[in-house]
């Protein structure tokens, strides 16, 4: 399914295996996208380039999970990111929780992500959520900026995870 956002150049379209996995490698390659997963609270441990047939996976994952609503990030008729909303609870957020990862940093800083997440947050209210809740790195000061501007705020303390990385829960009440 796709989502229509507020803007003409930003759309929500659904996950493709072919086009999306060889995007994936291309914006984890390099220093970039060693930035881009620390910046979404992956762990160095864990941070590491990505190859094709990994990325099919993670991609075929995107389509066949039911505890999850997909979408990829469509800017100017390019993939730009994805966007996606997990339906189950994890030990340190509720659900419905909203995540977002703009991949190509030429995307960045040009409300992309702030029409994507509005789309995405105006979904969920539709389907009778009460609330949407997400989390961001505290070092990221991009993540919490966008989530603050849409609305979402603090709840509970920072916490660490089980990486040593610190993280900030936030909530939209509808």
């Known amino acids: 399914m796709s989502l229509e956002t507020s803007r003409s150049d930003v759309r929500l379209i659904e ?9 994936g490698v291309l914006w984890l390659e390099g220093e970039s996208g060693r930035s881009t997963l620390a910046l979404m609270g992956v762990a160095d441990k864990d941070n590491k380039p990505t190859t094709l047939q990994q990325e099919k996976c993670r991609v075929r994952g995107f389509i066949e999970n039911d505890n999850q ?13 994805s966007i996606w909303v997990d339906l189950e609870s994890t ?20 409300g992309v992500g702030m029409a994507a997440v509005t789309a995405v947050v105006k979904h969920l209210q539709a389907q009778g959520y009460p609330q949407v809740y997400s989390r961001y790195l505290t070092s990221n000061k991009g993540s919490r900026g966008l989530l603050s501007k849409l609305g979402f705020r ?21």
């Open 15 to 23: 996950p493709d295996i072919e086009r999306d996995a060889l995007l």
């Open 154 to 174: 603090e709840f509970d303390s920072p916490y660490e995870d089980e990486d040593n990385l610190v993280f900030q829960n936030v909530m939209k009440v509808f």
């Open 91 to 110: 030990k340190h957020l509720q659900s419905p929780s909203l995540h977002i990862m703009i991949g190509s940093p030429e995307a960045r800083g040009k």
């Open 69 to 81: 609503l997909n979408w990829m990030i469509s800017y100017e008729n390019e993939v730009v990111g």
